[in-house]
């Protein structure tokens, strides 16, 4: 295995936050042939290039080739480990804010960005005149991502709403409340309070609002939007296929629960134990 010589960039991990996520990376499998470059120099790679927004072909040379780093990237994207790192550090973190890791309330809301040439699924958003794709996320009251999905953007919110509400029903059925804004008013509420037990409350802007106004429970939603927007590959939407967007965004949010697990002075300080019940403190 290559030692790392090279000189760090802004998005390298440092050792403190390598101690929470090595054990949540998979290992090299086991063979004649030793790993040719460390997993940490591999997901320093993959967080550089999300951050910056370059292309596969020009991450900088100091880094393992970018077939390699890409091979590495649709592996952990297919097997599940983007979504299963997401899961577990989220748990940690709001255990640390002093909730239980399993949420029992969320936020919904959606975002039109517009694609490039690359292909795929795409459609024209005529509310936000966006001609690209639609991101429906759904985060609990901490701003930690639930639920990512991408779908074309003609595909109306309340319809995209029900395949987010039904994903996050599968994955936390903890969760019995969610709120959304008016977009997603209408048969939805009475879907999700009848065949999911969730109960969705609408947060409608006032009536008359002329200025901006921070609305209860939606800026929570609003402010992940702008979590993700610092990552130049989110700025629009480069990629042929909506689940490589959806592992993008989930390497983003692991960018961040891990530079805040890794605080100083924070617990755990070194490999992710496994979770506790924790105090049971109800996000509603």
């Not at 309330?105 to 005529?126: F, H, N, W």
């Not at 901490?142 to 109306?156: C, D, H, K, S, Y």
Request: glycine share 8%.
């Amino acid at each position: 295995m290559e030692p790392n010589t090279r000189k760090s960039y802004p998005t390298d991990l440092t050792d403190e936050q390598w101690k929470i996520l090595e054990p949540l990376v998979p290992a090299p499998k086991p063979g004649p042939n030793p790993a040719k470059y460390a997993r940490r120099e591999i997901v320093n790679a993959i967080f550089y290039l999300n951050r910056t927004g370059c292309q596969w072909r020009m991450l900088p040379h100091d880094f393992p080739k970018w077939q390699l780093v890409y091979s590495y990237f649709r592996q952990w994207q297919k097997d599940g480990t983007w979504q299963r790192i997401n899961d577990v550090l989220r748990g940690h973190v709001r255990q640390q804010e002093g909730r239980n890791k399993d949420p029992t309330a969320g936020i919904l809301d959606s975002q039109s960005v517009k694609t490039t040439e690359m292909g795929g699924p795409r459609g024209y958003d005529a509310g936000k005149k966006v001609k690209g794709r639609k991101r429906h996320i759904l985060v609990d009251v901490l701003g930690l991502v639930l639920v990512i999905l991408v779908l074309a953007a003609n595909i109306q919110d309340r319809d995209g709403g029900r395949i987010a509400l039904a994903a996050m029903h599968g994955a936390y059925p903890s969760v019995t409340k969610v709120w959304a804004d008016g977009a997603y008013a209408g048969a939805l509420v009475q879907h999700a309070r009848d065949e999911l037990s969730v109960e969705v409350e609408i947060v409608m802007t006032p009536s008359g609002a002329r200025t901006f106004q921070v609305l209860p429970r939606r800026w929570v939603v609003e402010r992940t939007f702008g979590w993700l927007n610092r990552e130049r590959r989110l700025s629009k939407d480069y990629e042929r296929l909506t689940n490589t967007t959806e592992a993008f965004v989930h390497i983003a949010m692991a960018r961040l629960m891990t530079r805040r697990l890794a605080r100083p002075g924070t617990e755990p300080a070194g490999p992710m134990p496994l979770l506790a019940p924790g105090p049971a403190a109800l996000d509603s």
